[in-house]
């Protein structure tokens, strides 16, 4: 129970196989509090996610890339907790042209779209919490490993790289309030923004062939309980880290026949 008492916010359920489910569903089993987000046509599809936790979250309306929604999210949840433990950062997204192999004919404006909603939003989300953590607390965002330029992956590396940075300044500008900022850099994972990147059959093939420890394309469990271990106290003197759940991949070179 390393999360007993606390309350945790998590965005970006979208169904059961997202991996902010499982963070929710984990969470709750260690003994958080928690209260999902969502916004316009996935509010439904996250209500019925929510359904299938016990007990059922509330689902509170919330589109990053509005000022007023951020501000509304925290009168809500003063209003409902007066403090706020943890928060998950699980929203990303990327124009089609921004994807697919044509990363120089990306237009400008579907570049500014990917940075916007995938890292800018880390920040506007961190902000929005911040005032109700005046004891402390963790923020937690999910990452793809942004060393290295991944096929077909474009402009959202761009903005998962920028997401990196983003977490590096959070942790030195919310650090002496006590509030940690770190980031989970999840191997592939099949959930529904991941069939939205092209060439992703290929790359999950090719991850657990090359990951030291195997690779379950199918199993987000592993990544959450790291978000959980970030969220929890037992993490308290670790901020603007970047964990990597990826079955060892980050660490490899090449990879190497069997035994």
Same mark, same amino acid.
């Given at each position: +129970? ?12 979208? @169904? ?25 046509? +996935? ?89 109700? +953590?005046?004891?402390?607390? %963790?923020?937690? %965002? ?13 402009? +959202? ?17 919310? %650090? ?5 900022? @770190? ?6 994972? @099949? ?69």
């Amino acid at each position: +129970m390393i999360l007993e008492g606390k309350r945790i916010l998590v965005t970006g359920v979208v @169904n059961r196989r997202s991996i902010a489910f499982s963070i929710a569903e984990r969470a709750q089993a260690e003994g958080a509090e928690v209260l999902l987000t969502s916004f316009g046509r +996935m509010t439904r599809m996250t209500e019925r996610s929510a359904a299938r936790l016990d007990p059922v979250p509330d689902v509170l309306e919330l589109d990053v890339n509005d000022d007023g929604h951020l501000a509304a999210l925290r009168d809500e949840l003063t209003t409902r907790w007066g403090r706020v433990d943890g928060a998950v950062h699980a929203i990303a997204f990327a124009p089609a042209d921004a994807l697919g192999g044509e990363f120089l004919a990306t237009p400008r404006a579907s570049a500014t779209s990917a940075f916007e909603t995938s890292a800018y939003s880390y920040k506007a989300l961190a902000e929005s919490v911040a005032p109700l +953590m005046s004891e402390g607390g %963790g923020i937690v %965002g999910l990452d793809f490993d942004a060393t290295v330029a991944w096929p077909s992956y474009d402009w +959202m590396g761009v903005a998962k790289a920028a997401l990196e940075s983003v977490n590096r300044y959070l942790a030195r500008e919310m %650090g002496p309030q006590g509030v940690r900022v @770190n980031l989970v850099a999840a191997g592939p994972i @099949n959930t529904a923004a991941a069939s939205g990147v092209p060439g992703f059959s290929e790359l999950e093939t090719a991850w657990a062939e090359q990951a030291p420890l195997g690779w379950q394309v199918d199993d987000p469990v592993p990544v959450a309980d790291a978000a959980l271990f970030l969220l929890s106290d037992l993490a308290r003197a670790i901020t603007g880290e970047i964990v990597h759940v990826d079955g060892g991949v980050h660490a490899i070179g090449a990879a190497t026949p069997a035994p």
